[in-house]
């Protein structure tokens, strides 16, 4: 129940940014600025070179009833010529979500303090992950992305083009083609020697497999190694949905093979791996249905 509950809350975070996106009817790739520039007076934007202090920072002034978004800028010399780079793109729908969900700007404005952020899908506080939402869905909106993403199976070929087109970072475009699959597949994200995070796609839970974490299957043992060395290569394996899921003691599902894509994101010491499925082995039922007809 806990983590439906939080799943919803990510859910409603991302159809507010797809709302936004529909209203000002924006192209890919978004621009994060303009939808700035469309809340003016109220928000204002600014980015400087930060260093390490951190990413974003929404601050709100009570006497001028204004909020302040900064970004920080020490990653343009690395994007390409003409383009911002993904990370700040992500920096800054991760600070407008902390800017347009209801309670995240009601709290800002009792608080008055500024908010600091740091990198993507880094923390385990909902509201960080609810802003994470929310950037991920600016970015790649569901009427543009979704049907990019169902046109077959996801792989990390397949992703590097779909981030490509909508200027998306690895690591949003990975969860972002994960929350709009029709296919069976997942996400996890390993830190600090265990799965810190794990998003399903919405088949998997309709199969009756849920995210798990806090643990580190034995497949995953060797590329957490290679990635702790600063090995870079993208490494591709298969294990079993009992490797990563919670199934419930269905042992009809433990055994449904899972391609295993591992992703290294080593400025976020992250590594992470793409799960993917045989959409007639999680639903063979349904296989055999469009077989008898």
Known sequence: MEWMAEKNRLLT???EADAIVERLNLKAPIDPLAIVRSEKPFLRAGGADFGDRYDGMLEYHKSKNRF???YNTKYEAEAP???MHTRTRFTIGHELGHYFINHHRAYLMRRSHPHHSRGEFLTDAVVEKEADSF???MIMPSRLARPMVNQAELTVDRIDEIAEHFHASPVSATFRCVSLSD?????AGIRDGEV???FPSEPLIQAGIYPNKGFLPANAEEPWTDFQNGFG?????????RDWFNIYEKDDLARIQVTEEYIPVIRM?????????DEADVFPDEDEEDEGE
């Not at 290569?233 to 949905?241: A, K, L, M, P, T």
């Not at 590594?271 to 499925?277: C, D, Q, S």
Request: hydrophobic share 55%; aromatic share 8%.
């Open 196 to 198: 810190a995070w794990i």
């Open 13 to 15: 975070a991302g159809r």
């Open 81 to 83: 010529s003409g383009k």
């Open 269 to 277: 010491g992250t590594l992470l791996v793409l799960l993917t499925m």
């Open 233 to 241: 290569d993208i490494i591709e394996n298969e294990g079993r949905v």
């Open 68 to 70: 302040l978004l900064f």
């Open 135 to 137: 950037a991920a869905s």
């Open 183 to 187: 296919f069976p597949c997942a996400v």
